[in-house]
């Protein structure tokens, strides 16, 4: 596959907005892109902002592509979080907060995933909460009285 056509990539699927959904979802202006990102999530709103300021990313597509392999025997479907076009290759990240990682379902996927994407000569990344080193021990908010 010629890898600049991975720039002209678009979102392989859009997501909706409900009343009293469980997270956040919106848009993001890239400096990166000069366009719309999506996100679904604080914490992919958090990983996009991140990836738009590192020098060596060059693109972001969101929802990029339609990943399917066949895993044991079983047709496993998957849409990485995002693609990023760096100085080095192709990167694909998976974002997902640290808690579900240790879903049995959610592991197995990022490990074939994983092994797809490396097979490609790709990049691969689960990206979850920064570490509290990052974000300081008082990165909470304190309540202010009223």
């Known amino acids: 596959m010629d890898i600049s056509r ?4 678009s979102t392989w699927r859009t997501f909706r907005w409900y009343s009293g959904q469980r997270h956040y979802s919106g848009t993001y202006w890239s400096a ?3 366009d719309h990102v999506i996100y679904e999530s604080r914490l992919e709103l958090a ?6 300021f ?3 990313v060059r693109h ?10 066949r895993v044991q025997g079983t047709v ?34 990022f490990a ?12 691969y990344q689960v990206l979850s909460e920064p570490e509290s080193a990052f974000v300081g021990e008082r990165a909470v908010p304190r309540r202010i009285p009223p």
Do not use: C, M
Not at 47 to 52: K, P, T, Y
């Open 6 to 9: 991975l720039s002209q990539a």
């Open 32 to 34: 990166t892109v000069r």
């Open 47 to 52: 990983r996009l902002l991140l990836a738009d």
């Open 54 to 56: 590192v020098p060596s």
């Open 60 to 69: 972001i597509v969101a929802q990029p592509f339609l990943l399917k392999a």
């Open 76 to 109: 496993r479907k998957h849409i990485p979080d995002y693609l990023l076009l760096t100085r080095a290759g192709p990167l694909v990240v998976d974002v997902k907060p640290s808690r579900r990682l240790e879903n049995p379902e959610v592991s197995f996927t």
């Open 112 to 123: 074939w995933e994983r092994q797809v994407v490396q097979d490609r000569g790709w990049g």
